[in-house]
C-alpha cells in the first residue's frame, strides 16, 4: 500500500508540476525573453515569403536560406505555428510543446534509467533556465530532444530492434538541426553508453562482449555518421573550432551556485544555491557509493559523458568559432542534467533519495512563484511598446534603440536585473504587420534561415562603435539610407535618454534624430519614444 500511496503522490505532483510549468507560459499576456521576440519576427518574415504575402517587401532586404545548418528548428516550428495562431501565442504554443518534449523525454530517460518515485520530480527545475529566459529556443529545445535521443539509444542497446534505431536516427536529427551543442553532447553520451553497455559482460573469452560491441557500434557509427559530416562542413564553413583551452575554475564555483538556474532577479538566487547543494551532495554521496566496491555499471556512461562535459565547461572559452557562443551557460546545465541521470541509475531508491526529488521539486515551486510575480511587472512594462503599434504604419522600416534591456518599473527601478530581458521586445511590433526591424540580429549571424541582404545590412553599413545593440546604441542613420536607397520612418527608444547624453556617440545620433524626426507618440510613463521621419 505505502508503494501504491507513493506512487499517487509522485503522480499528483507531476501534474502539479506541468500546470504550474504551463502558468507560467500562459498567465502573463507575453511569455518575454531577450531573444524570442526576434525568433517570432523572423518566423513571420518566413510564414509571410511562404505564403508569398511578404515575398515583394521581404525580399528587397532578406534572403531565406534552406541549408542543412544547425538553428533552424525553431524557426520553422514557429513559422508553421503562425497558420494557426499569431505571432504572441504561436510563441506561447511552441513554448508549450517545448515544455512538454522536455519534461516527458527526461522523465522517460529516468525511468529507462531504472528510477521511479519522486526523484522524478527533478526534472522540473530544468525547463525554465537562464538560458531560455536569454531566448536560446534552438538550444533549449534540443536539450529536451537529447533525452529522447539518449532514450532512443538505451531502448536499442536492450532490445536491439531496428524501430528504435530509426526513432535514434530521426531524434539525432531534429537534434542536430536544433543546435549544434547538445547533438554533440548526445552523440558522446550514446557512444560512452555502448561502451559501458557491454564491457560489463561476463564472459571468461570475452567474445560475446566484443560480438557485441562490433554490431552494437557499427549500428552506431552508420546512425550518426550524416550528421558528423554535415556538422564537419558546417565548423568548416565557419573557419573551424578556432579554439584556444584554458583553465576557467571559477566556473566549478558557479556550478555548485547553480548560476544558470536564475532566470530574471536575484530573489532566485537563494533558491538556486539550495538546488545546486542538493545535487552536488547527490553527486558526491552517490560516487562514493559507487566507489564500495568499485564495480562498471551498465550505464556509467552518463559518468563517463558527465566527464566529457566537465571539460568542456571547465576549459572552453565563451568565444570559439569565431562567435561568443556564452558555454559555461550551455555546457553548466548538462552537467546537472547528467548528475541527475547518474544519481537516478546509481542511487537506490529510499527516503533519502526521495527526499532530495522533493526538496528539488519544493526548489522549482519557489522559484515558479519569484518569476510569475516578476513576469507580471514585466507584461506592465511591456504594455508601454503595445500602445505604440498603432502609430507604427505597415511596410516601414523601424530603428529601435534600446536604453534600458533588463526594463524599469513606473519608478525606473529595474525589472529582470539578470537578464536582458526586453532587448528585443520591439520586435513583438512586427510580429502581425510587415515592418523591417533594423536591430535583427538573427539575420546578421549567417546561420539562421533568415539573412540580411548584403547591400542593405545594417549591422554592416549602419552599426559603428558600441554598435546597434550597444549600451547606449550607435547607429548611422543617414549612412544607412544613402546606401540602400530606403528611409528608416520610424525610430524606437525605450528607456531613460537623459542617463546617456554625456556619450559622444549617443549624442550624436540624438542629434540626427532631432534634425530628421519628430515625436509621434510618447507612452504615459515616458519609457517609450516614437520618433517618425519629418515629412510623412
Given amino acids: 500500500m505505502q508503494i501504491k500511496a507513493g506512487t499517487r503522490a509522485v503522480q499528483w505532483l507531476m501534474a502539479v508540476g506541468v500546470i504550474l510549468c504551463l502558468l507560467q507560459i500562459w498567465l502573463p499576456g507575453m511569455y518575454l525573453t531577450c531573444d524570442g521576440p526576434c525568433h517570432v519576427y523572423n518566423a513571420r518574415i518566413l510564414h509571410d515569403v511562404w505564403t508569398g504575402e511578404g515575398s515583394t517587401f521581404f525580399g528587397r532586404f532578406y534572403d531565406i536560406a534552406y541549408t542543412t545548418a544547425p538553428n533552424s528548428l525553431t524557426s520553422f516550428l514557429l513559422a508553421g505555428l503562425l497558420y494557426i495562431s499569431k505571432g504572441i501565442v504561436a510563441e506561447k504554443v511552441y513554448i508549450t510543446l517545448y515544455v512538454l518534449v522536455y519534461i516527458g523525454g527526461f522523465v522517460a530517460l529516468l525511468r529507462r534509467l531504472g528510477t521511479s518515485g519522486f526523484w522524478l520530480l527533478s526534472v522540473f527545475l530544468f525547463p525554465f533556465t537562464y538560458a531560455f529566459a536569454k531566448g536560446f529556443y534552438n538550444y533549449s529545445f534540443a536539450i529536451g530532444l537529447w533525452c529522447w535521443m539518449v532514450w532512443a539509444w538505451l531502448h536499442y542497446l536492450h532490445h536491439m530492434k531496428p524501430r528504435y534505431a ?3 536516427f530521426v531524434l539525432s536529427g531534429l537534434a542536430f538541426f536544433t543546435h549544434l ?12 553508453l555502448l561502451l559501458s553497455h557491454v564491457l560489463p559482460i561476463r564472459d571468461p573469452e570475452r567474445r560475446r562482449g566484443l560480438e557485441e560491441l562490433l554490431r552494437k557500434g557499427l549500428t552506431f557509427i552508420l546512425l550518426v555518421a550524416p550528421y558528423l559530416l554535415l556538422m564537419l562542413l ?21 556550478l555548485v551556485e547553480f548560476k544558470y538556474l536564475i532566470n530574471l532577479t536575484d530573489g532566485e538566487k537563494p533558491w538556486a544555491l539550495v538546488a545546486g547543494l542538493v545535487l552536488t551532495g547527490f553527486f558526491a554521496a552517490t560516487v562514493f557509493r559507487a566507489m564500495r566496491p568499485l564495480r562498471l555499471h551498465r550505464y556509467d556512461g552518463i559518468l563517463a559523458a558527465m566527464a566529457f562535459v566537465g571539460f568542456v565547461y571547465v576549459l572552453f572559452p565563451e568565444q570559439f568559432m569565431g562567435r561568443m557562443l556564452i558555454i559555461s551557460i550551455r ?3 548538462f552537467i546537472y542534467i547528467l548528475i541527475v541521470c547518474f544519481v537516478a541509475y546509481r542511487q537506490p531508491a529510499g527516503k533519502w533519495k526521495d527526499r532530495g526529488g522533493l526538496a528539488l521539486f519544493a526548489c522549482f515551486l519557489l522559484l515558479s512563484a519569484i518569476r510569475i510575480h516578476t513576469r507580471i511587472s514585466t507584461n506592465e512594462a511591456m504594455g508601454d511598446y503595445l500602445l505604440v503599434a498603432p502609430y507604427v504604419q505597415p511596410g516601414s522600416v523601424v530603428l529601435p534603440l534600446d536604453l534600458s534591456p533588463t526594463g524599469t518599473d513606473v519608478e525606473g527601478k529595474e525589472i529582470t536585473p539578470r537578464n536582458s530581458l526586453f532587448h528585443h521586445a520591439s520586435h513583438y511590433l512586427a510580429a502581425d504587420k510587415q515592418l523591417i526591424m533594423l536591430d535583427n540580429y538573427e539575420a546578421n549571424m549567417g546561420y539562421f534561415p533568415v ?14 562603435n558600441a554598435g546597434i545593440e550597444g549600451l547606449p546604441p550607435y547607429a548611422e542613420i543617414g549612412t544607412w539610407e544613402q546606401r540602400t536607397g ?11 535618454v537623459g542617463k546617456y547624453t554625456a556619450n559622444p556617440d549617443f549624442a550624436r545620433l540624438m542629434q540626427e534624430i ?18 517618425e521621419r519629418k515629412g510623412h
Fill in 331 to 333: 555546457a553548466q546545465l
Fill in 514 to 531: 532631432a534634425a530628421g524626426y519628430n515625436v509621434r507618440y510618447q507612452s504615459p510613463t515616458g519609457r517609450v519614444v516614437l520618433y
Fill in 234 to 254: 558546417f565548423t568548416n564553413s565557419e573557419g573551424g573550432l578556432q579554439l584556444q583551452l584554458r583553465a576557467y575554475p571559477y566556473r566549478l564555483l558557479e
Fill in 486 to 496: 530606403q528611409p528608416v520612418r520610424y525610430v524606437l527608444l525605450w528607456g531613460n
Fill in 181 to 192: 551543442l547538445p547533438f554533440v553532447f548526445g552523440v558522446a553520451t550514446c557512444g560512452l
Fill in 166 to 168: 530509426a526513432a535514434f
Fill in 451 to 464: 539573412r540580411w541582404q548584403p547591400d542593405v545590412n545594417p549591422y554592416n553599413i549602419m552599426s559603428r
